[in-house]
C-alpha cells in the first residue's frame, strides 16, 4: 500500500499562484509514477498531470499545459504541482495519486488516491 497526503490548497486570486505537495509513504517511492487529477463540483473528474518515477517524462492535460508544472523529489518521497497564472475554472479539489509505472504516462489508470486538498480561485 502506498499513502499519499496532500498540503498546499487554499484560496488564491485569479492571476496568482500555488504550489501543491503530496507526501508518500508505504513503499518505495521512487519505484511509482505519480499524478495529480482535481475534481470541480458538479463536474467529471479531470487528469491534470503525471510524472514518470525518475521525474524524465511528464504528462500535462492541454487545460494546464504552460501554467502548471509537476515535479518530484525522490529523496523526500513528494511529488509537487506548481500552478501559475491560476483561473477560478481551476477551482476544485486536487488529487494526488500513484501507480506502479505504465508505458502511457497518459493511462488514467491509477492504483492509489490520496484524500484531496481544495484549491480555490477567486475573480
Known amino acids: 500500500q502506498v499513502q499519499l497526503v496532500e498540503s498546499g490548497g487554499g484560496l488564491v486570486q485569479a492571476g496568482g499562484s500555488l504550489r501543491l505537495s503530496c507526501a508518500a509513504s508505504g513503499r518505495t517511492f521512487s519505484n511509482y509514477d505519480m499524478g495529480w487529477f482535481r475534481q470541480a463540483p458538479g463536474k467529471e473528474r479531470e487528469y491534470v498531470a503525471a510524472?514518470?518515477?525518475?521525474?524524465?517524462?511528464?504528462y500535462y492535460s492541454d487545460s494546464v499545459k504552460g501554467r502548471f508544472t509537476i515535479s518530484r523529489d525522490n529523496a523526500k518521497n513528494t511529488v509537487y504541482l506548481q500552478m501559475n497564472s491560476l483561473k477560478c475554472e481551476d477551482t476544485a479539489v486536487y488529487y494526488c495519486?500513484?501507480?506502479?509505472?505504465?508505458?502511457?504516462?497518459?493511462?488514467?489508470?491509477?492504483?492509489?488516491w490520496g484524500q484531496g486538498t481544495q484549491v480555490t480561485v477567486s475573480s
Open positions: 495519486t500513484a501507480r506502479t509505472p505504465s508505458i502511457l504516462l497518459r493511462s488514467t489508470r491509477w492504483d492509489y
Open positions: 510524472i514518470n518515477k525518475i521525474g524524465s517524462n511528464t
